[in-house]
């Protein structure tokens, strides 16, 4: 389908008219100043994320309603989103935090019960160190129950601007990660030049490790900066490229889920090796081996 541009002056307008197209492919509607738009697919969503949080409770709810008719399918969501004139990333995550909310006011003790009971249950543990870690178990799943029925930390509950809120995220797995650090025994600070190619520093037995942080919300790490975009930036400039990250930039790079705070402590040394196109997009499950693997500080520093 075209793109309608009857009403490229009112982007209110604009955007009902061509609501299908948005949630079809927004990258269609990056560039249009040759047709005499003077918005943009971040302006696009940048509307559609203020109208969706104006809209009435009533609004939410029905929108919700018109979603279990269609039968809760995700194939739905871009139905309901063009229904109602709203980008469909945003329906998803107004349905995804409204089934979680349901799914939290089934947390319970019976609940809880059940899944230390399964856990034991399918433990090789003898019944005497069953019975020993029982209540520290138990204490241990109420809180990660909690956060497991919310989906994990609750983010950007105050709708911030969504460029603001990549930067921000990515200052809250900085702060994180050095927090985790610091609850772990570890020296640990902050490093405030921006400009600098690592954000943190780990001060262990009198020697420096440079640390680059990178929160991650997905299932992938990506050993490589991320391009500069946005208006006016040339996304084509070398200079705007993100570039590859390596040892020569910091000691130990760290992705920092933002979820659930999860840290990957991955020394950069080890990743040097791998092609440019191995460091693009690596799967956390190929990255066990680093998970909440603190001892690699130790092993940095007698390697030194």
């Known amino acids: 389908m075209e793109i309608n541009f009857e009403h490229k002056n009112d982007i209110g307008i604009f955007i009902k008219d061509n609501i299908e197209n948005i949630n079809n492919r927004i990258s269609d509607f990056k560039d249009l100043s040759n047709y005499g738009v003077d918005f943009d697919d971040t302006d696009i969503k940048r509307h559609l994320s203020e109208k969706l949080n104006s809209e009435s409770q009533e609004t ?3 929108l919700i309603k018109r979603f279990e008719e269609l039968g809760a399918q995700k194939n739905q969501i871009v139905t309901v989103s063009n229904e109602y004139v709203l980008y469909k990333k945003d329906v998803e ?3 995804e935090a409204d089934t979680f909310r349901q799914l939290q006011m089934e947390n319970s003790e019976e609940l809880q019960n059940a899944i230390v009971s399964t856990i034991l249950d399918n433990s090789e543990l003898v019944e005497t160190k069953k019975k020993f870690i029982k209540r520290a178990l138990k204490n241990i799943t109420r809180k990660s129950l909690y956060l497991l029925l919310q989906n994990g930390f609750q983010v950007n509950i105050n709708h911030l601007e969504s460029g603001t809120m990549t930067a921000n995220g990515g200052d809250s797995a900085q702060f994180l990660f050095v927090s985790r650090a610091i609850l772990a025994g570890f020296n640990c600070s902050n490093v405030d030049v921006r400009s600098s190619r690592y954000d ?5 037995k009198g020697h420096i490790f440079k640390v ?3 929160g991650i919300s997905s299932d992938t790490i990506s050993f490589k900066d991320r391009d500069r975009g946005g208006r006016g930036i ?3 400039n070398e200079r705007n490229r993100g570039k590859r990250i390596t040892s020569q930039d910091c000691d130990l790079y760290v992705a920092v889920d933002k979820l659930v705070g999860l840290c990957y402590l991955i020394p950069m040394k080890e990743i040097d090796p791998w092609s440019d196109e191995e460091i693009k997009s690596v799967s956390v499950s ?5 998970l909440e693997n603190w001892d690699v500080i130790e092993r ?3 390697e030194l």
């Not at 190929?286 to 680093?290: C, I, N, R, S, V």
């Open 60 to 62: 939410i709810e029905a």
């Open 93 to 95: 995550r107004l349905i």
């Open 200 to 204: 943190s520093v780990i001060d262990y």
């Open 212 to 214: 680059q942080v990178k």
């Open 234 to 236: 040339d996304t084509h």
């Open 286 to 290: 190929k990255m066990g081996e680093y």
């Open 300 to 302: 940095l520093y007698q």
